[in-house]
C-alpha cells in the first residue's frame, strides 16, 4: 500500500522559510521520479518540484530560486525547502510520484502571512 505522511507545514511571515518533509511507504523515493504539489483554496493541485530518479530537478517558475526539493534514500523521504516565502505560497502541499500516484496524504498546510 502507498502511503505519503507530510509534515512541517506552519504559519510563517513573508520572507520567512520552512522545510517539509514527507515520509513515503509503498514505493521507492530512489527509483521513482517524486515531487511536490501544491493546492491553493479554489484551484486546483499543482506539480511545484520534481526529482527524477536520476537526480535531475525541476521548479515551477513561481518557485525557482526560492525551493530546493530532495531525498533521503535510506529514509525514503522527500524534502523541501522553502525560502523567500510571499503569500501566494499559501497552499495545502502534498507529496506523491511525478506523475502522482493515485493515492494521496493528507498534507501539511503552509500558511504565509503578517
Known amino acids: 500500500q502507498v502511503q505519503f505522511a507530510e509534515s512541517g507545514g506552519f504559519l510563517v511571515q513573508p520572507g520567512g522559510s520552512l522545510r517539509l518533509s514527507c515520509v513515503v511507504s509503498?514505493?521507492?523515493?530512489?527509483?521513482?521520479?517524486m515531487g511536490w504539489y501544491r493546492q491553493a483554496p479554489g484551484k486546483q493541485r499543482d506539480l511545484v518540484a520534481s526529482?527524477?530518479?536520476?537526480?535531475?530537478?525541476n521548479y515551477t517558475d513561481s518557485v525557482k530560486g526560492r525551493f530546493t526539493i530532495s531525498r533521503d534514500n535510506a529514509k525514503n523521504t522527500l524534502f523541501l525547502q522553502m525560502t523567500s516565502l510571499k503569500p501566494e505560497d499559501t497552499a495545502v502541499y502534498y507529496c506523491?510520484?511525478?506523475?502522482?500516484?493515485?493515492?494521496w496524504g493528507q498534507g501539511t498546510q503552509v500558511t504565509v502571512s503578517a
Open positions: 526529482f527524477t530518479l536520476w537526480g535531475r530537478t
Open positions: 506523491n510520484a511525478a506523475p502522482a500516484h493515485r493515492s
Open positions: 509503498g514505493i521507492s523515493v530512489s527509483i521513482n521520479d
